[in-house]
Each structure stands twice: as structure tokens, then as C-alpha cells.
């Protein structure tokens, strides 16, 4: 049974640093990129960040390149591990943060502005205020 479960969420203070989980497990993972979105109160859901079903590649969106950096464990194809850090937190980096898992024919690539996931966790969510 596919299931993607985040964790590491939590109230930091500006400036500060958190460092997301996403377990994922099911078949097929080996051709799945693998998401980070979030949602702020009020906004829509943005893409954040991802990871190529390789594990070679990243992306990030404009808004945390510098300060996020997404990381993977080895895969096979029924478990991963992907981890979201998160540093020189700001107040406006509140937000539920989702992940979530895309099919992909080309392993090697992800593009933080896909659309239409397969899959997604329930949530973490992230605080930050002093």
C-alpha cells in the first residue's frame, strides 16, 4: 500500500532551521520523483522543491533556492526517504508542507512546476515566529 508520511515539522524562529521527512513506501517508487510543496494560509499551493526518481537531480523554486535543499536515502523500489532542509527560516516559509510523488518516464530529471502528482502525504506542518 503506497504511503507518503511526513514528519520534522514544527515552531522555529526566524532564522533558524528545520529539516523535513518524507517516507515513502509502495511499489514502483523507482520511477517516481519525489515533491515538496507547501501551502501558506490564504495562498495557493506552491512547488517547492524536487528530487529525480535517480536521485541525481534537484530542483528548487526561486522562492528557497539557496536556503532548502532537498536530499534522498538509496532507493529501491518500495521505500525512500526524502528530506527537506530548511534553512534561514522566515516568517512568510509558514506553511503546511506536503510531499508528494510524481510517475516519471525519464529518471533522471524533475521540474518543481509539474503538475497532476500521483500521490500525497497528509502534511507538516512548519511555524515560524519569533
Known amino acids: 500500500q503506497l504511503q507518503l508520511v511526513e514528519s520534522g515539522g514544527g515552531l522555529v524562529q526566524p532564522g533558524g532551521s528545520l529539516r523535513l521527512s518524507c517516507a515513502a513506501s509502495g511499489e514502483g517508487l523507482d520511477w517516481d520523483a519525489i515533491f515538496w510543496f507547501r501551502q501558506a494560509p490564504g495562498k495557493e499551493r506552491e512547488g517547492i522543491s524536487c528530487i529525480s526518481a535517480s536521485g541525481s537531480n534537484t530542483h528548487y523554486a526561486d522562492s528557497v533556492k539557496g536556503r532548502f535543499t532537498i536530499s534522498s536515502d538509496s532507493r529501491d523500489n518500495a521505500s525512500v526517504s526524502v528530506y527537506l532542509q530548511m534553512n534561514d527560516l522566515r516568517p512568510e516559509d509558514t506553511a503546511i508542507y506536503y510531499c508528494?510523488?510524481?510517475?516519471?518516464?525519464?529518471?533522471?530529471?524533475?521540474?518543481?512546476?509539474?503538475?497532476?502528482?500521483?500521490?500525497w502525504g497528509k502534511g507538516a506542518l512548519v511555524n515560524v515566529s519569533s
Open positions: 508528494a510523488k510524481k510517475s516519471t518516464f525519464v529518471r533522471t530529471v524533475c521540474d518543481v512546476r509539474a503538475q497532476s502528482m500521483d500521490f
